[in-house]
């Protein structure tokens, strides 16, 4: 079976890490790339990060390539106060030796989809879609090539978590967002609908601790970090693993459940800016342009994550 080739767009954050180990974990999945963008930290950090975790995997064969250190229009707007200040606190790992690639991840998502044959490669973004719409704006010529757009952001029944209406990878570039949700790509979003549905109980921690290897620990130590602010905002018995539901995806589909829908994106009003409205009830005529996950099988997530985890 060949490898189905993807490029993690990603702003490490403890559930990038582990949604990149998620992916180097399985032989289903060829990585051709990992492009980093300003998030939940600045993009030095987000491009540092994302060498410590390939690094962590054994992989520091995988290009990482720095993209937009910031929103197409906007300010940037970051997330110290959930995933602490080097993004990846939790776990004290070594400095990355593997070099940041010279090319921008903006012009290696072009020239990637550019290089390989229309419908083969797939975009995984995980944090703001910055790079992904830089890229459709400067070269419309790749949005046909591309397979698909796997990407954790948004909320609709479970309402934002920046703002009361907005999640925070579609807040901090509504603007990117409103140009992938309009490119008319085949496009599976993981909102916190479903990703609030994927809680990091003490039992499933325990399972990653348990497995005894370095990337297990480490792990486990991210999420007990990530955790104790979630879990002081939500009063869950855990905190929601958002951006592994994106390869999750990847690996079996059959643990989510959505509804093909049309989504739009708030990109004027302060009060509800960044907002991805679904028409989750099809009360209007507008054509459905994403598979809107709401539902997900966590353990049989959470089995799949500690399997492939061990792997490493
Ligand atoms: O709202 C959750 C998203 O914002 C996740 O991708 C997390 O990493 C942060 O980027
Ligand atoms: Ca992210």
């Not at 309009?182 to 039992?203: E, N, Y």
Request: hydrophobic share 40%; glycine share 8%; aromatic share 6%.
């Amino acid at each position: 079976m060949t490898a189905r080739k993807i490029i993690i767009d990603t702003d490490p954050g403890q559930d990038d890490a582990v949604a990149i180990l998620l992916a180097l974990s399985a032989d289903q999945l060829d990585v051709l790339g990992i492009t980093t963008v300003a998030g939940n930290v600045p993009l030095r950090l987000t491009s540092k990060n994302a060498r410590v975790v390939c690094e962590l995997a054994g992989r520091p064969d995988v290009p990482v390539f720095a993209g937009c250190d910031g929103p197409m229009e906007r300010k940037l707007v970051t997330a110290e106060h959930v995933h602490g200040k080097t993004g990846l606190d939790g776990a004290d790992l070594p400095d990355p030796k593997m070099p940041l690639q010279d090319q921008h991840g903006v012009d290696f998502i072009i020239q990637t989809l550019r290089d390989h044959p229309p419908g083969t490669v797939t975009l995984c973004p995980l944090g703001p879609l910055t790079n992904i719409a830089t890229a459709m704006t400067r070269a419309p010529d790749i949005i046909p090539r591309i397979q698909e757009i796997v990407l954790m952001g948004g909320a609709y029944f479970e309402v934002g978590n920046y703002t009361p209406a907005a999640e925070f990878n579609i807040y901090v570039d509504p603007e990117a967002a409103d140009i992938v949700f309009k490119s008319g790509i085949p496009l599976t979003a993981m909102p916190l609908d479903v990703t609030h549905k994927a809680l990091t109980t003490p039992s499933r921690i325990k399972a990653f601790r348990d497995i005894g290897t370095p990337v297990g620990q480490t792990v486990a130590g991210w999420i007990d970090f990530f955790d104790r602010f979630d879990m002081e905002k939500y009063g869950s018995e855990g905190a929601p693993l958002h951006d592994p539901c994106v390869i999750a995806y990847l690996l079996q589909p059959d643990l989510f459940q959505g509804r093909h829908v049309n989504v739009q994106i708030e990109t004027s009003s302060d009060l509800t800016l960044g907002m991805t409205v679904a028409d989750w009830w099809r009360v209007t005529d507008c054509a459905p342009n994403a598979m809107f996950m709401g539902d997900v099988d966590a353990d049989g997530f959470f089995d799949l994550l500690t399997r492939q985890i061990a792997k490493l």
